[in-house]
């Protein structure tokens, strides 16, 4: 039979066994390290004594750890954009096809037809999906690798 896994306080005692058997130094130096790496957060009550420690690592180090790494990125960038272009082509062709088939008379009860109500919502569409891919597909002013040029001012000096 296998023996059960140690708790908490038997895998404290045997770290501080294994501690023994160190100089001072390297005590002192592995315990310099793992404070660093599990920095204690300790908020104080109002009489000043501990109330809560937990243990926290630090915020860059959460966020680097729950960011997608660059082919995620990549596949979901790639089913949005691919659910863009559907709707874009979608509503074009909803729009070709409502401005030329529903017009005139119906040919069922003959009654004049109006297509206003269905190209609407698709405008709606067409106009939303646009200017999406306009927005992702145009370069940011912001992460400009280029200086600003004065081409359309004149020179000083002329």
């Known amino acids: 039979m296998s023996e059960p896994n140690p708790g908490p306080v038997d895998a404290a005692a045997a770290i501080k066994a294994q ?3 160190l100089s ?6 592995i315990l310099q ?15 000043g004594s501990p109330k809560e420690t937990a243990f926290y690592a630090p915020p860059t180090t959460v966020v680097a750890n729950i960011t997608p790494d660059r ?10 954009i691919t659910g863009f272009l559907i709707v874009f082509v979608g509503s074009a062709a909803g729009l070709v096809v409502a401005l030329f088939m529903f017009h005139g008379t119906d040919p069922i009860t003959k009654l004049p037809m ?4 269905i190209i609407q919502p698709l405008i709606t ?10 927005g992702v597909l145009t370069p940011s002013p912001v992460h400009s690798n280029q200086a600003p040029t004065n081409q ?6 002329q």
């Open 152 to 157: 359309g001012s004149p020179k000083q000096g």
């Open 19 to 21: 501690l023994k058997d």
């Open 33 to 47: 390290r793992v404070s660093e790496e599990l920095k204690l957060n300790t908020t104080e009550s109002s009489s």
């Open 24 to 29: 001072s130094e390297e005590q002192k130096s």
């Open 114 to 117: 109006d297509n206003t109500g």
């Open 125 to 134: 569409l067409f106009t939303a999906a646009v200017g999406f891919l306009a």
């Open 71 to 80: 082919r995620v990125v990549n596949y979901i960038w790639t089913a949005i």
